[in-house]
């Protein structure tokens, strides 16, 4: 380790040296970089998934046996794989204009928000949790025990209109909310790693699941692995109504409006909120945090306990919107991808909402692309898969495109060896 | 061996770190480079090392051309640098870190590592040069000074002939200074040519053979050693300086800060801070001195509630602190700067702005319940850098885009935007340039003049002294002694760093002047400096 800018005397000038940053330093810009690495991620992400994309299509396997003969045939059919792979994930999530309707015109780009909306709450958990410098990986078990408690609450109690669905969605927050709290708690008064804590939870909420499927609760008829389905008065109420069109199969729901309120409310939290200024410092700097009077150990809780609230709120939009009861599998892969959209969304409430829909639209315009065109879906997962990297890895992006690395920021300085000899036996610089 | 750099450029972005220096360093002398902090004088010294690679220029040896990809070249080509924090592994001994990096293995299919060779070559250094070194002692029982000796051995032993001291004093007592200064004086006889980095004044007069200056990564001039230190100053900085602080008498009140046998553990458990007791009245300062890591870092921490206190208590205006959380401490009226700004003091990805109220954010005017108002800490803002005079092009730029003066002023700024009983602070000038401290001191003693009880922990002498109503030094977590500023000298606060007792120290510092108390004398009797 070379030995630049540690003590009292040093000069100023090799802090803005270049130096290879620590690793805090490199996962505060993976998780808050800027948004052009973003963009651009997601480009070439999709070129690498054209690539593939071309390579399983049989006509561009074909036409490459005589490639060196006529390459234009193979050039010829791996575009017209691409592009009609592409072309159909288009018309599977945003606008179909060969569909019959208007109504089925657009429907894809309702069916892409319906996908975007747990996604979109989730990411604002981990984001939030990005924020305060904690790795919330445990977004999937805290949807999974948002989506018990909603569930319950909604198939279970008899309750008015309203007010049955205002509580099965406060019983979903709640639940994630203390589920999310656990790690929090843990971190602050024990240093527990978060990491480690939401991954094993995940399980232990997967299991619970599981077991609680088994249970005369959840399943009275003994019919398998779904609880009854959830009262009319507990579900999100539908946003396109059938008066307005015929034979109304749109699954758009309130959800949408949960997840337009939570990105706000997060904007506000995390700018404007005193408890944002403290989750902001912590997450910067919890020295300085600590030395300013703030509590670490209360503001490490109460952040995993909003990412968790958030969680639990990305199940309601599953058990109370699009599934109407509980599953085994109800969180899908929600709570991981989740992660993925915090990251493309830079832990921003504008670029994680952003980011939701665009991976709703992958979920959604795959289903298509794979019936039309036989292209497999998992290469919706390989360009989830190519964002995530090359989120990770800035400077690769950054290479691509040629574009100039960003202006060194200082470093914070790592505090001054304490010489022998004196009651501290801490030696020397390592 | 002739060393000899010319216009050698580094730049990071836009900043350029050192702007076609050139310099020249004959063999056998001892060549000061002088200057401020940023000026450029550890990049030049990086550059020479091997760890940065030049923009532009030549580096010249013994008239020969060199370049280097590595430090390992400029090992290899005899050139040796002694940084400011050692680079050793506290656990093993002083033979084993001296043949790090090149272990000498026995001849043989087997290479099996061979420290007898390395213990040999201690051995034979140490007594050439009369540095005491046993090459069997484990790093980390040594003394401070003893382990500078050891990076100097280490730097010897790979045949160095032209040694760079990064800032090699700021760790040292005066007295161990002094033993320092001898040792370069011995290497000098012994024919190797050293490059001493420093900004402080009084050991360049001390020792230097020649000395070239650097502002803004230039070389401003160069001095003989014969020069004041007003002129030295005035040349670091470009401008007239005062080097003392302009003050009047304390008017000391009623007692505002008690300490009563503190006692402050370290994780492993044994007292970094033993039973510390001393009172501080509004209006006065009251200086820690000590060599760095002798407990007053923790006696601070404590004194905010950082780390617990194991005994003891501690009280402001009569009432006990002791229990109170950190953001109860700070609201009863202690200001703390603290020692490592970067680290504790500001968040650096935070704004100005948001830096200026990083412990008011949630008290009125700033907060209203849960909401914060960005347009008072915007309009706080700018009030407090204009009468800090922090300069900076908005106050909603990152912190990190300011220069360590200007960021150390924001702290400042908001500790003394709330009323006080007590200002804390640590190393309040560490890393500033000479026009910052001024300000910097100028401002702690107003604020001594409005009646506040202030304390300030200090590694500098310099500072102590300027500064100072009472002195209490500090050595090895217990406070050696206190003493009027009006008594206290650079040779007897010197010994007590070292843990003499105060009269001890007194009549030993009567019988023999350091050499740095020397400079002192005739400092004094040329221009009444200090």
């Known amino acids: 380790m070379s030995s630049q800018g540690t003590g009292p005397d040093t000069d100023q000038d090799t802090r803005s040296a270049p130096q290879p940053a620590r690793g805090g330093d490199v996962l505060r810009e993976i998780v808050t970089g800027n948004a052009v690495i973003s963009v651009l991620a997601v480009v070439v992400a999709m070129a690498v998934g054209g690539v593939l994309i071309a390579v399983a299509d049989s006509g561009v396997r074909g036409s490459s046996t005589y490639f060196f003969a006529r390459p234009g045939d193979t050039l010829v059919a791996a575009w017209r794989a691409v592009s009609g792979a592409y072309v159909a994930m288009f018309r599977g999530s945003v606008y179909d204009w060969q569909a019959a309707t208007f109504a089925a015109q657009v429907k894809p780009l309702t069916e892409s928000v319906v996908y975007a909306i747990p996604l979109i709450l989730a990411g604002l958990g981990v984001a939030i949790a990005f924020r305060a410098g904690l790795f919330n990986i445990g977004a999937q078990g805290q949807i999974i025990v948002g989506a018990i408690v909603a569930s319950y609450v909604g198939f279970a109690w008899d309750l008015p209109v309203v007010l049955h669905l205002l509580l099965a969605v406060l019983g979903g927050l709640l639940a994630g909310a203390l589920y999310g709290a656990i790690p929090g708690i843990l971190k602050g008064r024990t240093g527990a790693h978060e990491v480690i804590v939401t991954i094993m939870l995940n399980y232990i909420a997967l299991y619970f699941i599981s077991w609680i499927l088994k249970q005369q609760a959840f399943n009275p008829g003994r019919t398998g692995q779904r609880s009854p389905a959830v009262e009319g008065s507990a579900t999100y109420p539908l946003l396109v109504p059938d008066l307005l069109v015929p034979g109304n199969s749109f699954r758009l729901h309130a959800g949408l409006l949960v997840a337009i309120l939570a990105t706000v409310f997060t904007w506000w939290l995390l700018e404007r909120s005193t408890l944002g200024f403290e989750i902001r410092a912590v997450g910067a700097n919890q020295h300085a945090a600590r030395t300013a009077g703030m509590s670490v150990a209360r503001t490490l809780a109460l952040t995993m306990a909003i990412a968790g609230g958030m969680a639990g709120l990305a199940a309601t939009a599953q058990v109370l919107g699009t599934e109407r009861s509980l599953t085994a599998g109800v969180a899908a892969s929600i709570g991981f991808d989740a992660i993925t959209v915090a990251l493309l969304g830079r832990s921003r409430p504008l670029g994680t909402f952003l980011a939701g829909l665009l991976f709703g639209a992958l979920k959604a315009g795959g289903f298509l692309m794979q019936s039309v065109t036989a292209t497999p879906i998992d290469i919706v997962l390989v360009v989830q898969s190519v964002i995530v990297l090359l989120i990770a890895a800035p400077p690769l992006v950054r290479s691509i495109f040629r574009l100039p690395a960003p202006p060194a920021r200082r470093r914070r300085r790592p505090r001054a060896a304490r010489p022998a000899g004196g009651p501290s036996q801490e030696v020397t610089a390592p | ?530």
């Open chain 2, 1 to 530: 061996m002739k060393l000899e750099l010319r216009g050698i450029t580094k730049t990071f972005g836009s900043l350029v770190a050192n702007d076609r220096i050139d310099l020249v360093v004959e063999p056998g002398e001892i060549h000061a480079l002088l200057g401020e902090n940023g000026a450029g004088k550890s990049t030049l010294m990086n550059v020479l090392y091997g760890l940065y690679e030049p923009d532009g220029g030549q580096i010249l040896l013994d008239e020969q051309p060199v370049t280097f990809d590595g430090p390992g070249d400029a090992v290899a080509a005899g050139i040796g640098m002694v940084h400011q924090h050692f680079m050793l592994v506290p656990v093993f001994t002083v033979a084993e870190s001296v043949a790090l990096g090149h272990e000498p293995t026995s001849t043989g299919p087997a290479g099996l590592l061979d420290l007898q060779s390395a213990r040999r070559r201690v051995r034979e250094i140490s007594e050439r040069f009369g540095f005491d070194v046993d090459p069997d002692a484990v790093v980390e029982n040594l003394p401070v000074g003893v382990q500078q000796r050891v990076e100097i051995i280490k730097a010897l032993a790979r045949d160095a002939r032209v040694l760079i001291l990064d800032e090699p004093t700021a760790v040292l007592t005066p007295q161990e200074t002094d033993e320092l200064i001898a040792i370069m004086n011995e290497l000098k006889q012994a024919g190797t040519t050293i490059v001493f980095i420093t900004h402080k004044l009084r050991e360049v007069r001390a020792v230097a053979d020649r000395i070239t200056v650097i502002r803004r990564g230039q070389v401003v001039g160069e001095a003989s050693p014969e020069s004041t230190e007003a002129e030295l100053a005035s040349l670091m900085v470009g401008r007239q300086v005062s080097l003392a602080v302009d003050k009047r008498p304390a008017d000391p009140r009623e007692a505002v800060f008690v300490v009563e046998d503190l006692s402050v553990l370290s994780p492993a458990g044994t007292a970094v801070v033993d039973r510390v007791s001393f009172t501080v009245r509004g209006g006065e300062v009251l200086c820690v001195a000590g060599v760095q890591g002798n407990g007053q870092t923790e006696l601070a921490e404590a004194v905010l509630g950082l780390v617990p206190a194991a005994h003891g208590r501690i009280l402001l205006d009569g009432s006990e602190l002791s229990r109170l959380a950190v953001r109860d401490r700070l609201r009863a009226g202690i200001g703390f700067v603290p020692e490592d700004r970067s680290t504790d003091g500001v968040v650096s990805s935070f704004t100005v702005a948001e830096n200026l109220v990083l412990d008011l954010y949630d008290a009125a005017p700033f907060a209203r319940g849960p909401a914060m108002s960005p347009a008072r800490v915007h309009d706080n803002a700018q009030e407090r850098t204009a009468e800090f005079d922090v300069r900076l092009t908005d106050v909603q730029d990152p912190i990190s885009t300011l220069s360590g003066g200007n960021a150390q002023k924001v702290v400042l700024a908001r500790e003394l935007s709330r009323p006080l009983r007590l200002l804390l602070a640590s190393q309040p000038t560490r890393g500033l340039d000479v026009g910052s401290i001024e300000f910097v001191h100028r401002r702690i003693i107003e604020e001594r003049d409005k009646g506040t009880a202030v304390v300030i922990v200090s590694t500098e002498l310099d500072e102590v002294l300027a500064l100072a109503d009472r002195v209490a030094v500090m050595y090895r977590g217990t406070v050696v002694g206190i003493v009027d500023a009006a008594d206290a000298d650079r040779d007897v606060l010197g010994l007590m760093m070292a843990g003499v007792p105060l009269e001890e120290a007194r009549q030993e510092a009567s019988r023999h002047h350091s050499s740095l108390g020397e400079a002192d004398l005739t400092a004094g009797s040329e221009g009444g400096l200090t």
